[in-house]
């Protein structure tokens, strides 16, 4: 079975500071993608990132950055000298090749305050 | 492209009534999903599509849920009768190919069940 799990409820940090979204990730399949999506107050869901199994090269976009390491079934998101705009929910989410239904599980979401 | 596209934007109607709720994809996306959205149980996947057949929908909750994907570019979540317990955003997504590619979200339906 796959599972998302999103330890981290809700996170208040000061602009500028970094700060770590943890995501933990449970399947046991060989192929497999992860996705971060952002939800900002608005409401809609944006794409942030995706990896796939096979590839476990950190990412840097800017300010922000992922960690996916597979010995500890972790793909943890690091933002950045933060900033008020950052400030929102974020997910992780994880599909399998194997299954073939092309379910994407999303995991509780961790909630992002940035103040001023 | 518009991106995703979903109508009505709120939703307010008493238990009992019919709701349908409706979507259409990017053009050229294989997969549409279906997801609810609340406090208590998150994202939940309820149906997906692809190639306008359903493929899973073991996340419905019951069968006062439906949907339908009539044609490559229109899909409908039906609810009847809805009850209270239905409140939620439901969002409507669609994909290249399945989850495995990213997914571009509808800016959602908000619905109230009084």
């Known amino acids: 079975a796959q599972k998302v799990t999103q330890a981290q409820t809700e996170i208040s940090v000061v602009e500028k500071e970094d700060v770590t979204l943890d995501c933990v990730y449970e399947?046991?399949?060989?192929?497999?993608?992860l996705f971060w999506y952002k939800q900002p107050p608005s409401g809609e869901l944006v794409f942030l990132i995706r990896r796939n199994s096979f590839d476990e090269q950190n990412e840097i976009s800017g300010r922000y950055s992922w960690n996916f390491q597979k010995s500890t079934s972790s793909f943890n998101f690091t933002i950045t000298a933060s900033q008020v705009v950052d400030s929102a929910v974020y997910f992780c989410a994880l599909t399998t090749r194997s299954s073939n239904t092309g379910k994407l599980i999303f995991g509780q979401g961790t909630t992002l305050q940035v103040k001023p | 492209d518009a991106g995703v596209i979903q109508s009505p934007r709120h939703e307010v109607t008493e238990m009992g009534q019919e709701v349908t709720l409706r979507c259409k994809p990017i053009s050229g996306h294989n997969s549409l999903f279906w997801y609810r959205q609340t406090m208590m149980r998150g994202l939940e996947l309820l149906i997906y599509?692809?190639?306008?057949?359903?493929?899973?929908d073991s996340g419905m909750p019951e069968d006062r849920f439906s949907a339908k994907m009539p044609n490559a570019s229109f899909s409908t979540l039906k609810i009847q009768p809805s009850e209270p317990r239905d409140s939620a955003v439901y969002f409507c997504?669609?994909?290249?190919?399945?989850?495995?590619?990213?997914?571009?979200f509808g800016s959602g339906t908000q619905l109230s069940v009084l």
């Open positions: 399947t046991r399949d060989t192929t497999y993608y």
């Open positions: 599509f692809n190639n306008n057949v359903p493929i899973d």
């Open positions: 997504a669609s994909s290249l190919y399945q989850g495995e590619e990213k997914l571009f």
